[in-house]
């Protein structure tokens, strides 16, 4: 059986005001896998992980994301992949529902998947009807979830996503995930979790100072 590479970065450089945040990164992800990204703040996780999205230029070496060579183009990488960053992504005049309804449209989805993904986040009743301004910040990082959910995305890129959320959410997130996986999507995310992350993961990767290496 052949192993399918959703991922593969050989010697990456990525320079921000002439500062390498990533330093000559190399490492690949193959489909099916659920890999961390461990390491100390400002090591370069979350530049790794934007990267991941084609939202940075490469200045050096070479980067493929689901096929997508990132030197050449990057906006064809990022229908595909579903990001997860510090800031939630959302429209926050909008409520839940019409923010879940407005990415369903984007990506086909109906409102069956919009529901059940509310339900999976714990947002349904009275919450779908909330404005997301009017969110607490735990139920706010539960929409976007919810989002990334109904996106179903080939690759989720996720920064911190326990961070916020009360027990049984991260819960909720730890099944998401696990059943994304089961649906055929790859996942790589950063985490200071080190427990529940290393439980959740089938690899790990340690990021030092914009380099990579396995755990
Ligand atoms: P943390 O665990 O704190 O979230 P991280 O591993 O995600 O850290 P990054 O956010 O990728 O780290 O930052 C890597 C380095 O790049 C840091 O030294 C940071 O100061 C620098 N950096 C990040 N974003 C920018 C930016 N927009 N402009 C300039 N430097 C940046």
Redesign the pocket.
Known sequence: MTVEKVLEFIDVVIV??N?P??AGATFSVNAGEIVL?Q????????????ACAGLLPIARGSANVLGCDLRLDRLAVRSRVGLLG?ANGLFQDLTVLENMLFWSRLVGANRNDVDQAMDAMGLSGRLSQTQVAKLSAGQRRRCALASLIVRRAQLWLL??PHAGLDAQGRDELDKTLRAARDAGATVIF?S?EIERASALATRSLI?TS?TVKQA
Request: avoid cysteine.
């Open positions: 921000y005001d500062f945040a990533v990204l390491g100390a703040n400002g090591a370069g996780k979350t530049t790794l992980l934007r510090h920064d911190e950063a200071h990021v914009g």
